[in-house]
């Protein structure tokens, strides 16, 4: 990514390009936020609950894509705190031939200046060093992308709908030389693949009422 990404023209992918992914939350006339992807699923469907579905991001900012047969990874360092980047290798669904696939992900803000944990995080995994590495923070953050687990002692996953998956098995860059061109759903004007940006909206603006009641209550400003 030292080379600025540049708008594609088409919506059309070779299995094994790379979609360059930006998520994006406008936080203009608000507190410094810093933005993460929870979570992003593929689906053949539009909606996170359809089946079969592939986890592209889980476990709370895990790009867990990069440890299947691609180079799937965070860009780092980020160009802004409220700016999140991201590629992913395509591919489609060893179950399904279809030529399109939905994306769908759960972004979430945190004040800029909260320092990342389990929690809060981007983490991709090294096939060099075999080992996951934050886009910020402390190495140790990452370590829960190994177990699965990532949720803080109080919490519980069976709480959470997107742990119910069926999921897809990935058909990606091995069998490129024999699949044809397909399509990700992706809105206009994206950046070089989807800008996650309406999700990323409605968390942000949440999110900022709790912090800004919560910094009214206290009288800091």
């Known amino acids: ?9 088409t919506n059309g992918y070779q299995l094994g390009d790379a979609m360059y992914i930006q998520a994006a939350v406008d936080t203009n ?3 410094p936020l810093r933005l993460f ?3 992003c699923v593929a689906t053949l469907s539009p909606g996170r609950q359809s089946t079969p579905l592939y986890p592209i991001i889980d476990y709370k900012g895990c790009l867990v894509d990069g440890k299947s047969d691609s180079n799937s990874t965070f860009v780092s360092p980020r160009p802004k705190d409220d700016v999140l980047q991201f590629t992913v290798d395509t591919f489609r669904f060893a179950e399904d031939p279809g030529d399109l696939i939905y994306i769908t992900c759960h972004l979430k803000v945190s004040a800029a200046g909260q320092t990342p944990d389990p929690e809060n995080k981007a983490c ?3 096939k060099a060093t075999n080992r996951w590495t934050p886009v910020e923070g402390t190495q140790d953050i990452c370590a ?3 177990t699965g687990n990532c949720d803080l002692p109080d919490q519980s996953r069976s709480v959470n709908t997107w742990d119910r998956w ?3 098995r990935r058909l990606g860059r091995d069998a490129a030389a024999k ?3 397909f399509s990700f759903l992706q809105a206009p004007g994206t950046l070089v693949g989807l800008i996650l940006i309406a999700i990323a909206v409605i968390l942000a603006l949440i999110t900022l009422g709790i912090l800004y009641y919560r910094k009214r209550r206290s009288g800091s400003y």
């Open 166 to 168: 069926l999921t897809g």
């Open 179 to 181: 699949q044809g061109v």
């Open 29 to 31: 006339n608000h507190m």
């Open 144 to 146: 829960c992308c190994e």
């Open 37 to 39: 992807v929870d979570r």
């Open 1 to 9: 990514m030292e080379e600025a990404a540049t708008l594609r023209t």
């Open 124 to 126: 991709s995994f090294s």
